[in-house]
């Protein structure tokens, strides 16, 4: 059974950072692509950044260019989330997910499997 654990949420100033944690079990975590998506109250899940099996290519969203980064661990079968300069408006669930066909693309219903989601909140 594949199962996605996300961590590493919390409440956070403007302008810090953090960095949140997904860990993959039950898969072929080497295969995948991973994704980031977040979902704030009333608003519709979108995407944040996305990083293809080989670890090297990415994608990302433009409201997080320059800020968000993401990366992967094969030995730990987990993929990150690094988040600088936050914003208020980065405030929002984030889900990680995983596509066994490695397509890393932002459409969400190209992930087959996703976490539970972690909390990030963003305010003075």
């Known amino acids: 059974q594949v199962q996605l654990l996300e961590s590493g949420g919390g409440w956070v100033q403007p302008g810090d950072s953090l960095r949140l944690s997904c860990v993959v079990s039950g898969g072929t975590f080497s295969g995948w692509a991973l994704g980031w998506f977040r979902q704030a109250p009333g608003n519709e899940r979108e995407f944040v950044m996305a990083?293809?099996?080989?670890?090297?290519?990415?994608r990302t969203s433009g409201k997080v260019t320059g800020r968000f980064t993401i990366t992967r661990d094969s030995a730990k079968n987990t993929v990150y989330l690094q988040m600088s300069r936050l914003k208020p408006e980065d405030t929002a669930v984030y889900y990680c997910?995983?596509?066994?066909?490695?397509?890393?693309?932002?459409?969400?219903?190209?992930?087959?499997?996703w976490g539970q989601g972690t909390q990030v909140t963003v305010s003075s």
């Open positions: 997910a995983a596509d066994p066909q490695s397509r890393y693309g932002g459409d969400p219903s190209l992930y087959e499997y």
């Open positions: 990083i293809h099996k080989n670890g090297a290519s990415t």
